[in-house]
Nanobody, 124 residues
Framework: QLQLVDSGGGLVQAGAFLRLSCAAS????????MGWFRQAPGKEREFVAA????????YYADSVKGRYTSYRDNDKNTVYLQMNSLKPEDTGVYYC?????????????????WGQGTQVTGSS
């Protein structure tokens, strides 16, 4: 079992930055690949970023590539999402998730554990 707690969301102006954190507790954080998803009102949950268990591999949605960076600190059982140059269309509830799959995962059902979500609002 793994428990995930998302934090770091907020209301920011376009062009600003935020850093989200996802703190894990429970069993073997370092053996899980991690992902970030977001969900805007009235829309389906969409993939944002993924990072391998070691942090050596990352993958990003085209909409955030070059602006977002995910990294992790396995000693602190925490994964981060650095979001730069935020846009109004980045608005949504952001969720971190953990998977036991051995490859980068981009689909929600590939993930076993989810955080509660943190709201990010980018204003124009």
């Amino acid at each position: 079992q793994l428990q995930l707690v998302d934090s770091g969301g907020g209301l920011v102006q376009a062009g600003a930055f935020l850093r989200l954190s996802c703190a894990a507790s429970g069993d073997s954080f370092s053996s899980h690949g991690m992902g970030w998803f977001r969900q805007a009102p009235g829309k389906e949950r969409e993939f944002v970023a993924a990072i391998s268990w070691s942090g050596g591999s990352t993958y990003y949605a085209d909409s955030v590539k070059g602006r977002y960076t995910s990294y992790r600190d396995n000693d602190k059982n925490t994964v981060y999402l650095q979001m730069n140059s935020l846009k109004p269309e980045d608005t949504g509830v952001y969720y971190c998730a953990a998977t036991t799959l051995g490859h980068i995962a981009t689909i929600p059902y590939e993930y076993d554990y989810w955080g509660q979500g943190t709201q990010v609002t980018g204003s124009s």
